[in-house]
């Protein structure tokens, strides 16, 4: 038997007044901890989402350089660090998938962080571990599905004179976000270009309306910030990007072609299967299919079956993250073959997607016969008490 336990979105940060995980630090450290202790675990996955590059404000004053960013964080979490460093020097094995908030991430950072860490990447800023005693298990993060998170290297690439940028349109919208959530969301509403619906027919042109549509939503009635709408404020300085952007150069609007277009992410719509097909998409979605769920779980976690299960059956158990939302499904086949999916979850401090899960985590047992796998939540202030089912995570869908 192979007892494997799952992690994903620790969303580790560079600075405590922003970060995510700061009241849920100590718990994460006792129960790497216990791990240890117990020694009845034989590998642990940590699948993306590790160290966050992302949560932070616009006018956050980040390191210019990716690799001095990564470092700063490690260092101020020194005490979740030593507590893997530990799993690894006592021979437990622990495995590193990246996720969307650390795809900038490299391999030789992560090895100098954490040496001895098994990394698992299949493209730049993705991987899929496959694990299990019959090799019946797939973990990734879950991002490489999703067009506003998945890596995209082809969308930007005229616009960059500083490296092959891989930042997908939602690290700019987790930064408004995070602007607007420490301005406390201000009722401040933008006077946005006015776009006509296209008919439908034109799905390339109806997908870029949806896509205008989703930074309509966000910027004026989700995540509202002060900055005008064309102020520059979103400081990046990594992956490609140099400068200031604001959000005229993210939402878009009627080009002198009639064509709808931002400055930022031009035709990604047009893009999507190029991209997908670079970050090793299996079975490919359209544009209009992502727009048209973007604000949805379920098709996110539906992809375990889309991608693994109904293509290879010798896939038995598959784990994502990247939602936020622990979710657990069985599928039945007419051959009468059983397959699970699990969604993970987080262990950020306030889980804004699922207000009452976080600290949650995968557990599977993996034998000859079968897998066995849990849905289990870490509870406790800065300890580790028995660990319980999130019964309210098993989510049907």
């Known amino acids: 038997m192979k007892r494997i336990i799952v ?11 922003v970060s995510e995980l700061v009241k849920n630090r100590p ?6 901890e216990k791990i240890r202790k117990e020694k009845v675990i034989d590998e642990v996955v940590i699948a993306g989402d590790f160290l966050d590059q992302w949560f932070y404000p616009g006018d956050f004053e980040m390191p210019v350089d990716s690799d001095e960013f990564y470092y700063a964080v490690a260092k101020n979490n020194r005490t979740v660090l030593d507590a893997i460093r530990g799993l690894i020097s006592d021979g437990i094995r622990v495995v590193y998938v990246p996720g969307n908030h650390d795809m900038t991430l490299s391999e030789a950072v992560l090895k100098n962080i954490l040496p001895g860490i098994i990394q698992v990447r299949d493209a730049k800023g993705l991987g899929r571990y496959r694990t299990g005693v019959r090799n019946e298990i797939v973990i990734e993060h879950g991002h490489r599905y999703e067009l506003f998170c998945a890596p995209d290297n082809i969308t930007n690439r005229e616009l960059m004179a500083y490296g092959d940028p891989i930042l997908p349109p939602g690290y700019f919208y987790a930064r408004v976000g995070v602007t607007s959530l420490l301005e406390g969301n201000p009722e401040v509403h933008k006077k946005l270009p006015m776009i006509q619906e296209p008919s439908k027919e034109n799905e390339d042109q109806y997908a870029a309306y949806l896509y205008y549509q989703t930074w309509k939503l966000f910027i004026n009635k989700d995540f509202h910030v002060n900055e005008a709408f064309d102020e520059k404020f979103i400081k990046v300085g990594i992956d490609g990007f140099r400068g200031t952007f604001a959000i005229s150069d993210l939402v878009p609007s009627v080009d002198q072609e009639g064509r709808i277009n931002a400055t930022l992410y031009k035709d990604i719509q047009a893009h999507w299967q190029a991209v997908q097909k670079a970050n090793h998409v299996t079975v490919l979605t359209t544009a209009l299919e992502q727009l048209e769920t973007i604000m949805d779980v379920a098709p996110k976690n ?3 079956k889309r991608q693994y299960f109904d293509l290879n059956p010798e896939i038995e158990t598959v784990v994502f993250g990247h939602t936020h939302v622990p979710a657990f ?15 993970c979850g987080t262990w950020v401090d306030r889980n804004f997607v699922d207000l009452d899960n976080n600290t949650t985590f995968a557990l599977i047992e993996s034998d000859s016969d079968g897998d066995s796998v849990q849905l289990l939540k870490c509870t406790g202030d800065g300890s580790v008490e028995a660990p319980v089912k999130v019964h309210n995570a098993y989510t049907e869908y």
């Open 7 to 17: 992690i994903s979105d620790i969303h580790l940060g560079i600075d405590d007044q």
């Open 27 to 32: 718990i994460l450290t006792a129960f790497i």
């Open 302 to 304: 539906e992809m375990s």
């Open 329 to 343: 499904k069985h599928y039945t086949y007419p051959d009468g073959r059983k397959t699970t999916f699990v969604n």
